[in-house]
């Protein structure tokens, strides 16, 4: 299986700390709302009423849950529905992208 790595860091995407850095260097003064744990299903930000909001990768986050959790993949869709989407979010939750 290979791993894709980071042009910046050179690290494995799941381990990189760039997406992160990345959208804070952007978002600059302005407060973001990260999901712990899956900085790889960052896909970017977006911008709501002036206010930068990080966007992630429904699939992506549900993957790593199986991957990295060992999640059959009903169980990881409960859990993200659950835990993740359904938890209660400071002001600016992040946007969640689900692909069609």
Excluded: W
């Excluded at 909001?53 to 169980?75: N, P």
């Amino acid at each position: 299986m290979r791993m894709n790595k980071c042009e910046k860091c050179g690290e494995s995407h799941g381990s990189c700390g760039c997406r992160r850095q990345f959208c804070l260097d952007v978002a600059g003064d302005d407060a973001l709302v990260f999901i712990e744990g899956h900085d790889d299903a960052i896909v970017g930000l977006a911008e709501i009423e002036g206010e930068p909001r990080l966007v992630y990768d429904r699939g992506a986050i549900v993957q790593c849950l199986m991957r990295r959790d060992g999640m059959d993949e009903d169980g990881a869709e409960e859990f993200f529905e659950y835990n993740i989407q359904g938890s209660k979010m400071s002001f600016s939750p992040p946007i969640i992208l689900r692909a069609c």
